[in-house]
């Protein structure tokens, strides 16, 4: 039998007309898939952006008040807030767009992936998602009203940290901090329920607990976490340990004592998360008087990025019942940025005001063409690292000369001492943040052991604390991050590193200045334009470290920090 063959050409032919063909079907479907889900968005934005309004503002409203019924109406916003991230039917879309691979515009592709992890997370039983949200708000609510009786006084936990920072009584500074400790008992049940039922929907979806759940949809791999944090310590326990040893015979002098007698109520801190003084500079006598906020508004708009509007809208200063902690939100992701702190005249409050401004610029000048999904953060360490960036100059010589107008002798006085006040701040902050990183890690994995035993071991092994003889008390839970704000803390240290690759890259390539530690950027409006220009305006456009290599030329490296503070 016969075979009838075609002739080369019209093979060819075929061949191209098929694709082509091919071709024009899938840029008719790519573009289908993409105009599709243009309309998801549409849809999406109109019901999130007026709620997360409403939610945003009325968590703002319950923290200045401590009223129970704001609380409540917090509660019941982000309820129906969580409800628009729980739809079944909305998370089937959004898994068909991503698994389609048609959606390739790199914007629309970056909204794509930010909203599928933000669903994901909620692709729980919507019962449970409440439960957990009245939890962590009642629990919120507690921490906000709690005052800690000091000999029968009630205390707020600025009043603790005063006594702590400046009492020489060693059985007052016990008394001080074990009637902040109180707090502990009074969450600690409610916040081993909540870690129970963040694990029971982590695992619904998929994750082996909450803690892996949070870093994967956050765009972090666990392990890599876990590797950056054997590094660091590793960097810093050594340099840690023999601060550490300057620190206790200086503590042991200052109370009268000998160092094997110290007690963690004798660090001047609550966690022993922040340096005691024992160089000799009173950083708070600089600071007496001072008006923290003018100071603040002064600074950020010398460098550009101007705040007083937003210092506006937000509640600074202490009264009864108001959250007593600092925070910075967007409400609308417009521009009402606000700040909620409980101002003193004292250093660390100072720190605090430039640390939330810094959060607080970040969110101003985000660029608002962006989608609004996009129009927020690369990532929350990329925040907290520019907070850090500006907190930092708090204590800075230079700073305080450009901004406080100290003389060249004061500068001078203060100079080696300032460095290295800021020197022991960074490396007690990075062994307390190992402590509450590796503890919540351990709590997710096992709730059901015990907690009061892992903290203490973890305290002792990365604080070089002495555990209270006999102490069997939930400590742990006094610390409202482990509740409130679950597995972020990590974010604070991955700040700290992505802070001082900021600094030196501000100082280096954009100041070009020849003394890379004597800085302020005091008055250098260059500063806030390269921010705003490549970390602000970006927004959540990048993955964080494509961001962080645009903007510095490197990637996340933690060598920029060591050089800093560790070499």
Partial sequence: MSRKMF????????????????????????????????????????????????????????????????????????????????????????????????????????????????????????????EIIKLRTDIE?????????????????????EILKNSRDSRELKAAWLGHKAIGKVVASDVVRLAKMRNESARQLGFKNYHEMSLKLSEQDPQEIEKLFDELDDLTREAFVKLKGEMDAALAKRYGISPKELMPWHYQNRFFQEAPKIYEVDLDAYYKGKDIVE????????????????AEKSDLYEKEGKYQHAYCTSIDREGDVRVVMNVKPNYNWMNTSLHEFGHAVYDKFADRNLPWQLREPAHTFTTEAVAMLFGRFASNPAWMQDVLGISDEEKAKIGDAGFKSLRLEQLVFSRWVQVVYRFEKSMYENPDQDLNKLWW???????????????????????????????????????????????????????????????????????????????????????????????????????????????
Wanted: charged share 30%.
């Fill in 295 to 310: 100071l603040t508004k002064a600074y950020y708009s010398g460098i550009g990025l101007p705040m007083s509007d937003l």
């Fill in 141 to 161: 609510n507690k921490f906000s009203t709690f005052r800690a009786e000091v000999n029968g006084k009630k205390l707020t936990d600025n009043e603790v940290e």
């Fill in 457 to 567: 071991d973890l305290v002792e092994k990365y604080q070089g604390l002495k555990r209270p003889e006999g102490r069997n008390e939930p400590d742990w839970a006094s610390k409202i991050h482990i509740s409130s704000y679950p597995c972020y803390y990590h974010n604070y240290m991955l700040g700290e590193l992505l802070a001082s690759q900021l600094y030196y890259h501000i100082t280096e390539k954009v100041l070009k200045a020849s003394d890379p530690k004597g800085q302020s950027f005091s008055g250098r409006k260059e500063v806030g334009s390269y921010l705003v220009k490549n970390v602000f305006e970006p927004g959540r456009k990048y993955y964080w470290n494509d961001m962080i290599e645009k903007a510095t030329g490197e990637k996340l490296t933690a060598k920029y920090y060591a050089k800093q503070f560790v070499e």
């Fill in 7 to 130: 002739h080369p050409a019209f093979n060819a032919f075929f061949i191209l007309l098929f694709s082509i063909t091919l071709f024009n079907c899938a840029s008719i479907n790519k573009e289908k898939m993409e105009k599709d889900f243009a309309q998801f968005v549409k849809d999406y934005e109109s019901k999130v952006i007026p709620l997360s309004r409403d939610a945003d503002l009325a968590y703002f409203n319950a923290t200045i008040s401590g009223k129970k019924e704001d609380y409540d109406r917090s509660a019941e916003l982000e309820i129906k807030r969580s409800k628009i991230y729980s739809s079944k039917e909305d998370f089937e879309k959004l898994k068909h767009f991503r698994e389609s691979g048609l959606i390739s515009d790199p914007t629309l592709k970056r909204e794509l992936e930010t909203l599928y992890n933000a669903y994901l997370e909620n692709q729980v039983d919507e019962k449970r998602l409440e």
